[in-house]
């Protein structure tokens, strides 16, 4: 196959629907060439996953919870089993409970701020850890943040803390691996309508208010999370690391409500 990705093999983590995050970076990956592999949680998203994946030409599904150490060992012998290495992996992960994201982040209980950081943030170094064991030099590992870690978002609480931790790893993993020629890198996106986003109070306000006032006075899809990533996992991006790359419209740089934006 041609592409910018020919010849390489994938590891996508976080396919749960079609509006997920990962399914764009994973239709931007196969159209450009690449031999892709997913890993989902639990059995009943793989009725989801299988025929979303078989469309763009894969049928290897793998199970994986990312808070379980040997649900993780699983993933990666699976994926050195059928591959003996692997290119790149996308880590499109996150959770905490919904009743904290909303109402004020100094209420946070200790078991979600626990569970929210192994499930956000440990498990991408735990990726990490694994992945970077069977990578050659020019391996690419991304993930998946949001604004809410570099200033306070309206109910993002505990995943805003959890991301900023997620941001800080990125920079740590991208030192250490970085002597093995792998990158490490973000992709900070602006809201989305998915599932985890759901999860998140007063959502629809956040993404009229992102449309309103980001600089290309709109929001972002998944396909356009799935280009910027193409430049990250591909030769293309071969002198960045640690990167966060904002695909967020541009919002990142607004300091102000915009003068032409109407009162939502
Ligand atoms: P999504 O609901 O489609 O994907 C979240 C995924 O996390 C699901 O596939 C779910 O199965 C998986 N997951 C949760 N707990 C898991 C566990 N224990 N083990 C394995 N998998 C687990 O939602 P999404 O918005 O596509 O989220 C993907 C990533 O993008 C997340 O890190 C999210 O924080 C980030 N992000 C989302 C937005 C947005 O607005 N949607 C913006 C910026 C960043």
Redesign the pocket.
């Known amino acids: 196959s041609s592409g910018l990705l020919a010849g390489k093999r994938g590891l996508i983590?976080?396919?749960?629907?079609d509006?997920?995050?990962?399914?764009g970076i994973a239709q931007a990956c196969a159209a450009q060439g690449a031999e892709l592999a997913f890993?989902?949680?639990?059995e009943a998203?793989l009725k989801r996953v299988q025929p979303l994946a078989a469309s763009i030409g894969s049928s290897t599904f793998i199970e994986?919870?990312?808070?379980s150490e040997e649900s993780l060992d699983g993933l990666f012998d699976a994926i050195k089993a059928k591959w003996g290495s692997v290119d790149f992996v996308v880590?499109?992960?996150?959770?905490s409970d919904k009743n904290e994201l909303r109402g004020r982040y100094v209420d946070t209980s200790r078991g979600n701020f626990t569970m929210t950081m192994d499930?956000?943030v440990y498990?991408f170094t735990a990726v990490c850890q694994r992945a970077a064991a069977i990578m050659a030099p020019g391996g690419s590992l991304l993930?998946?943040?949001?604004y809410g870690a570099e200033k306070v978002m309206p109910h993002y609480n505990v995943?805003g803390v959890a991301?900023a931790a997620l941001e800080a790893s990125v920079k740590y993993l991208a030192e250490d691996l970085g002597k093995d020629g792998i990158r490490v890198n973000a992709i900070?996106?602006?809201?989305?309508?998915?599932?985890?986003?759901s999860g998140i109070g007063d959502f629809r306000y956040i993404m009229k208010w992102n449309e309103l006032n980001s600089p290309l006075r709109r929001n972002v899809t998944?396909e356009e999370v799935g280009k910027a990533a193409l430049y990250l996992l591909s030769d293309l991006g071969s002198g960045t690391t640690g990167e966060n790359l904002h695909v967020d419209a541009g919002y990142h740089v607004v300091g102000m409500k915009a003068v032409d934006a109407p009162d939502i």
């Not at 994986?64 to 808070?67: Q, T």
């Open positions: 983590m976080g396919l749960a629907n509006k997920s995050i990962a399914w890993s989902y949680q639990g998203l994986c919870d990312v808070g880590h499109a992960i996150g959770f499930i956000s498990s993930t998946l943040t949001y995943m991301k900070s996106a602006g809201p989305i309508k998915t599932l985890a986003a998944q």
